[in-house]
C-alpha cells in the first residue's frame, strides 16, 4: 500500500514512515500543506494521513480542495485538538477518519489498513467468507463448516465488521466506533468480554481458530 | 505639586479647563447681546422722550410764539436732571437754554443727530464754592465732557431750537454689565479651579491608589484587594467588582494549582512504572520472549497514560465551558439500553446482574457521546464495585422523566460510598481508601460531573441502601452551553 503522510513534525513523520515500512507499505512524508496537496494530487497514493495543523496551507484546506476536484482518496486526519465537533467537522471537510494525538501506531496502522480496504471497493458485499466461516448479511445468517451458528443482533454488527477487515488488525475504539457508534475510549475490557463470546460461538467446537489476538493493538480475523 | 505637564495630563484638569474656556465664551456673547440690544432699546426710549419734549415745545410755540416758547424752555432746563435745551438765533448765538457748548456742527442739521455727541452743561465749569487747589482747578477747568443725543428743529424765523438727552444711563448701564461679566468670568477661573482641587484631584487620588493596589497584586500580592471607601459611589462600585473578579481568579487558580499537582502526581506514578520496567527489561540477559513481554507491556502502560490524558483534557475542555461540541436531540432511552448491552457480557464474566428499567423515551438536547461515555463510565464503576457486595452483585440503570427533569440513575448493592466521602469522590484523581487496589485512574466520576455541568445538570451520590446510587439528572428545557 502506497501512503503519504503530510505531517510537518519531522521526528514524527519519520518514525511513521519507517513504522509503515515495517509493516510492509510505502510510505512518502510531506512537510506542509502545499507540498503535500502537490504530491498527492498525482493520485497514486492509496491513502492519506494528513495532520490538521500544517504550515502553509491547513490540512482541512488541503482535504477539500482534493475532494473539490474529485479526489476520492481516502483520508485519516490526525489532530492535537481533539475535541468531540474536530471530529465532525474533519469528517464534514472530507476527512474519512479521524485519529487524535497522542495516538499509538498500531491505531494508526489498523485505520490506514481499514480506509485502504475501502478504498478497493467501494461497495459493501452481501457475503463474506473467511476460511469455512460465512457470513450472510441479507439472509442474517452465519455458518462455519457448513454449521449455522446463532448469532446476537450486536454479535453479528460485530462479526461482519471484522469479516470486511479480515487479515487486519482491527482496534478496539474502531470496534467501538463501528459497531456500537461510540466514539470514546473503551474504559477497561468491555469490548474484549464482547470479542470472547462472539470467539466462543464461532471457535468452540471447531478446531482452528479464526479470530486472533493481536498483542498491544486489537483483534484480526484470519483463516488458518 | 506634580508638575504644570503632568497635571494637564489628568482628566480633571484637562475637563476643567475645557469648561472654563466654554463658559468664558458662553458668558461673553450673552453680554454682548445683552449690551447691545439694552442699550439699543434705551436709545430707542431716549427718542421717544426727546420726540415727545419736541411736541410739548411746539405746542407752546404755537400757542404763545416765541416768547412764550423761550419762557417754557427756561422753566423746564432749571429742573433737576432736566433734559438738554437750546434756542440759538440763525447765526448760532445762544438765546437760553441750559447747553454752553456742543461739539461742533451738530446744529447745522435739523433732525435727529446722527449719533451722539459731546456737549458741555451750562454752569459745569467750575466749583460751586469750593476752594481748589491749582492741580484740582486745572482738572476741574476741563469739566466732563456728556455725550447726548437730541433733535435739532428749526422755527419759522429760522431760529434753531435743540432738544436732547443725556446718554449718561445707558453709558452707566453698560459699564455695570461689563464690571459683572468680569466679575462673573474671574469667579467662574477661581470656581473651576477649586473644582479640580477638591473634586478631581481626590477622583485622581483614588484612581492612583486603586492603580497602585492593582500593582502591587500583578507584582505577586494575589491576595491584595483594592480599596474600598465605603462610600458606595462608582469607585467603590469599581472597586468591588474588581474584587470579586480578583477573587474568582484566585479561586481558578488555586483550583488549577490544585489540578495541575494532581496532574504531576498521577501521570507521574505511571511514567515512573513504564521507565523502570524498560530499565529492567534493559538489565541482564533476557530470552527474545521476556523482551516481547516487556515491551507490551510497556506499550499497555503507555496506552493508559495516554487514556488517562485525553480524559483530563476532555473534563478541562467540559470544564471551561466555551466547549462547541455539537448538541443534537438525545434518546436517553437508547442510551441507557445501548449502554447496558455494552456492559452486560462485562457484568455477566464478573458475576453482577445487570439490568435497566425504562419506562420513559425522553429526548433531551445534548452530546449522545458525552452522555453515553458519562453513563458507561458509572456503570463501570458500580460493575467494579459490587462486585465485592454481600449478596448477589446487582446493577440497575433506571430512566425516569418527570416534566422539569429527566433521571439516569445507576444503583448498584456494593459496599457504597460513605456519606463523607461522596463529595469528594467525584474529584479529579481521588480514589477513595477503600478503591486503591482497583484499576482505573479516578477519572471516571469526574469525567461524568463534567458532561453533566456542560448539560448544565447535576450529578449526585447518594446512599442506594446498601451500595451507592449515581443519578445524571438533566433539566428538561434550555439546551446546553
Known amino acids: 500500500m502506497k501512503i503519504l503522510v503530510i505531517e510537518d513534525d519531522r521526528e514524527a513523520a519519520d518514525y511513521i514512515r519507517k513504522a509503515f515500512d515495517e509493516a510492509g507499505h510505502t510510505a512518502d512524508v510531506a512537510g506542509d500543506g502545499e507540498s503535500g496537496h502537490a504530491m498527492a494530487e498525482d493520485g497514486s497514493y492509496d491513502v492519506l494521513v494528513v495532520d490538521r495543523m500544517l504550515p502553509r496551507r491547513d490540512g482541512l484546506a488541503v482535504i477539500s480542495e482534493l475532494r473539490a476536484g474529485g479526489d476520492t482518496t481516502p483520508v485519516l486526519i490526525l489532530s492535537a485538538l481533539g475535541e468531540v465537533d474536530d471530529r465532525v467537522t474533519g469528517l464534514r471537510a472530507g476527512g474519512d477518519d479521524y485519529l487524535t494525538k497522542p495516538y499509538a501506531f498500531t491505531e494508526l496502522l489498523a485505520r490506514v489498513e481499514a480506509l485502504n480496504r475501502r478504498g478497493i471497493s467501494k461497495d459493501v458485499e452481501t457475503q463474506y467468507k473467511v476460511g469455512d466461516l460465512e457470513l450472510d448479511r441479507l439472509a442474517h445468517t452465519v455458518r462455519r463448516a457448513g454449521r449455522d451458528i446463532l448469532l446476537q443482533p450486536r454479535e453479528f454488527r460485530l462479526l461482519e465488521y471484522l469479516m470486511r477487515h479480515a487479515g487486519q488488525v482491527v482496534t478496539r475504539t474502531m470496534l467501538l466506533e463501528n459497531v456500537w457508534d461510540y466514539h470514546f475510549d473503551p474504559q477497561t475490557n468491555v469490548i474484549d468480554v464482547h470479542v470472547s463470546r462472539l470467539r466462543a460461538k464461532i471457535e468452540k467446537e471447531f478446531d482452528t481458530p479464526v479470530l486472533h489476538t493481536v498483542r498491544g493493538a486489537g483483534y484480526m480475523l484470519k483463516a488458518g | ?481
Open chain 2, 1 to 481: 505639586m506634580p508638575s504644570l505637564p503632568a497635571i494637564m495630563k489628568t482628566t480633571a484638569a484637562r475637563l476643567t479647563a475645557l469648561y472654563l474656556v466654554l463658559f468664558a465664551a458662553c458668558a461673553l456673547a450673552l453680554v454682548f447681546y445683552m449690551t447691545s440690544l439694552s442699550s439699543r432699546m434705551l436709545i430707542a426710549q431716549t427718542r421717544g422722550t426727546i420726540a415727545e419734549e419736541v411736541g410739548g415745545l411746539a405746542a407752546a410755540y404755537r400757542r404763545g410764539g416765541l416768547p412764550h416758547l423761550v419762557r417754557v424752555v427756561e422753566q423746564r432746563a432749571r429742573q433737576p436732571g432736566a433734559n438738554l435745551y437750546l434756542i440759538t438765533d440763525p447765526n448760532g448765538r445762544i438765546l437760553t437754554g441750559n447747553v454752553e457748548s456742543l461739539q461742533p456742527g451738530i446744529l447745522e442739521n435739523t433732525g435727529w443727530t446722527e449719533r451722539p455727541f459731546t456737549y458741555r452743561r451750562f454752569g459745569e465749569r467750575s466749583g460751586v464754592g469750593t476752594f481748589l487747589s491749582d492741580e484740582e482747578a486745572e482738572v476741574q477747568s476741563t469739566p466732563p465732557q456728556h455725550s447726548a443725543l437730541a433733535m435739532v428743529v428749526k422755527l419759522p424765523n429760522q431760529m434753531l431750537v435743540l432738544v436732547g438727552r443725556d446718554l449718561v444711563e445707558p453709558q452707566r448701564f453698560r459699564d455695570v454689565v461689563q464690571r459683572s461679566m468680569a466679575v462673573a468670568l474671574a469667579m467662574m477661573g477661581i470656581g473651576g479651579f477649586l473644582i479640580w482641587f477638591f473634586v478631581g484631584r481626590r477622583a485622581l487620588r483614588r484612581i492612583d491608589r486603586l492603580s497602585e493596589a492593582s500593582r502591587n497584586i500583578m507584582g505577586g500580592d494575589l491576595n491584595g484587594r483594592l480599596p474600598v471607601s465605603g462610600s458606595g459611589d462608582e469607585f467603590d462600585r469599581l472597586s468591588e467588582n474588581l474584587n470579586t473578579m480578583l477573587g474568582r481568579i484566585a479561586r481558578l487558580n488555586e483550583g488549577l494549582k490544585q489540578v495541575s499537582d494532581n496532574i504531576a502526581h498521577d501521570l507521574k506514578t505511571p511514567l515512573t512504572r513504564l521507565r523502570n520496567r524498560a530499565e529492567s527489561a534493559l538489565t541482564g540477559k533476557r530470552s527474545t520472549r521476556e523482551y516481547r513481554e516487556a515491551l507490551e507491556a510497556t506499550i499497555a502502560e503507555s496506552d493508559q497514560l495516554i487514556r488517562t490524558f485525553n480524559a483530563i483534557l476532555m473534563i478541562s475542555r467540559l470544564e471551561a465551558g466555551k466547549s462547541t461540541e455539537p448538541t443534537t436531540e438525545v434518546k436517553l432511552a437508547e442510551t441507557v439500553r445501548d449502554v447496558v448491552e455494552l456492559y452486560e457480557p462485562l457484568a455477566e464474566e464478573n458475576g453482577v446482574a445487570l439490568t435497566a428499567s425504562v419506562d420513559e423515551e425522553p429526548v433531551i438536547p445534548g452530546n449522545r457521546e458525552l452522555i453515553g461515555q458519562a453513563l458507561s463510565n458509572i456503570v463501570d464503576n458500580a460493575i467494579k464495585y459490587s462486585a465485592n457486595a454481600a449478596e448477589k452483585p446487582q446493577v440497575t440503570v433506571t430512566l425516569t422523566a418527570d416534566e422539569t427533569a429527566v433521571t439516569m440513575s445507576v444503583r448498584d448493592n456494593g459496599p457504597g460510598v460513605p456519606e463523607a466521602d461522596r463529595e469528594r469522590a467525584t474529584e479529579r484523581f481521588v480514589r477513595l481508601e477503600e478503591s486503591r487496589n482497583m484499576p482505573g485512574a479516578g477519572l471516571g466520576l469526574s469525567l461524568a460531573k463534567a458532561v453533566m455541568t456542560f448539560h448544565r445538570g447535576v450529578l449526585q451520590l447518594r446512599d442506594g441502601g446498601p451500595g451507592l446510587e449515581v443519578s445524571m439528572t438533566f433539566p428538561r428545557k434550555g439546551a446546553p452551553r
